[in-house]
């Protein structure tokens, strides 16, 4: 089990760009898929972006090439750096961690039903 919190959130204006971190806190000798979720006002939650325990990476669609996930090498931190941030991008956004694939990620539509282990969100807002 671990604790994840996020931080780093805020305002940014249409263009703009902002990181976000995850702190993680616990069992971190367990390999982890890691990833970035968000849920805007009204809609799903749905997968940002995910990374795997060797480093490969998944990104949704219509973010790519905007947003970077990353994490540190023990695992105790995890990133996104969103850039040209768009009012679409408007959403609470959580980390969450999944162990039940050995730090697989096995699904590259990130699904929120595989990731059991959540953050409480940070909030980012982006004004046209």
């Known amino acids: 089990q671990v604790r994840l919190v996020e931080s780093g959130g805020g305002s940014v204006q249409a263009g703009g760009s902002l990181g976000l971190s995850c702190a993680v806190s616990?069992?971190?000798?367990?390999?982890?898929?890691m990833a970035w979720f968000r849920q805007a006002p009204g809609k799903a939650r749905e997968g940002v972006a995910q990374i795997d325990s060797s480093g490969t990476t998944t990104y949704r669609d219509s973010i790519k090439g905007r947003f970077t996930i990353s994490k540190d090498n023990v695992n105790s931190w995890l990133y996104p750096q969103m850039n040209r941030q768009q009012p679409e991008d408007t959403a609470k956004y959580y980390c969450?961690?999944?162990?039940?694939?050995?730090?697989?990620?096995?699904?590259?539509?990130?699904?929120?039903?595989?990731?059991?282990?959540w953050g409480q969100g940070v909030l980012v807002t982006v004004s046209s």
């Open positions: 616990g069992d971190l000798s367990i390999p982890y898929c």
């Open positions: 969450a961690v999944d162990s039940a694939y050995g730090g697989d990620c096995p699904s590259p539509a990130i699904p929120v039903s595989l990731f059991g282990q």
